[in-house]
């Protein structure tokens, strides 16, 4: 695929009186990671709602691989994971597993769903088991597995590190990186600044509903003169 994964271009959105976006732009390029940032409130999953076709937005356009978000095939192309993740109670792991790969035309495959829960430090004998028995955290992982066991070209992430204990958040960081040597793109948003900065290629900042620097996490600190991506964010928005 030549086109972008994703693009924004002078996209605003308010409910009643209260602006969420107003004239955000941004693009993704293909084989990158992408990581979004800001306060809560600031319009993050706004935004992400607006792209998968959850919201409509008042002006501007989103589009993914080239063609409008709006449309269902625009979506055919990406896998997203929520912020707060709610699989059903009532399926086994490996259904839901099964379940969430029918919808991308793949099948499911037991050994690679055993060999990527190792990965991912989420013990593969729990496929067996109902999803209202998992803990947060083994609940995350399932959803992380869902995702990236779909192979999708674009990876939409809300908060992936949300529930997950320090190994877990290392080896995502991993498989992550991994997902990206094979081409593929990724696009998620996160309150764990350090993370973002280590694996991120590319960092928006979102703040009072505008995109306030779109860069390099190393441009974002020598913009704002500090010395890790926590304290650049900080002075951002207090100069924003």
């Known amino acids: 695929m030549n086109q972008l994964p994703l693009e924004i271009n002078s996209l605003s959105k308010s409910f009643g009186n209260q602006k969420v976006l107003e004239d955000v732009s941004l693009s ?20 992400i709602k607006i792209i998968l076709g959850f919201l409509s937005q008042d002006k501007g356009s989103a589009a993914i691989f080239g063609m409008d978000a709006k449309q269902t095939k625009a979506r055919a192309n990406l896998s997203y994971l929520p912020e707060k993740f709610n699989p059903s109670q009532f399926l086994k792991g490996g259904e839901f597993l099964s379940l969430s790969l029918s919808y991308f035309g793949k099948k499911y495959d037991p ?14 004998a729990v496929l067996d088991h109902r999803v209202g028995k998992y803990s947060k955290g083994m609940g995350q992982k399932l959803g992380l597995l869902s995702a990236l066991l779909t192979d999708a070209p674009l990876l939409i992430l809300d908060e992936p590190m949300s529930g997950l204990d320090p190994k877990a958040r290392i080896l995502l ?36 509903n505008k995109m306030v620097f779109i860069g390099t996490s190393d441009e974002f600190k020598k913009n704002y003169e500090g010395k890790t991506l926590e304290r650049s964010f900080l002075t951002a928005i207090k100069a924003a």
């Open 28 to 47: 993704v390029n293909p084989g990158e990671i992408f990581g979004l940032i800001g306060l809560n409130g600031a319009g993050k999953t706004t935004l």
């Open 173 to 208: 960081k991993d498989n992550l990186l991994e997902y990206r040597k094979t081409g593929k793109t990724i696009f998620f948003s996160s309150h764990i600044l350090a993370d973002i900065e280590e694996i991120c290629d590319r960092i928006a900042i979102l703040h009072d």
């Open 111 to 124: 050994d690679l769903a055993r060999e990527k829960s190792v990965a991912l430090d989420l013990d593969p």
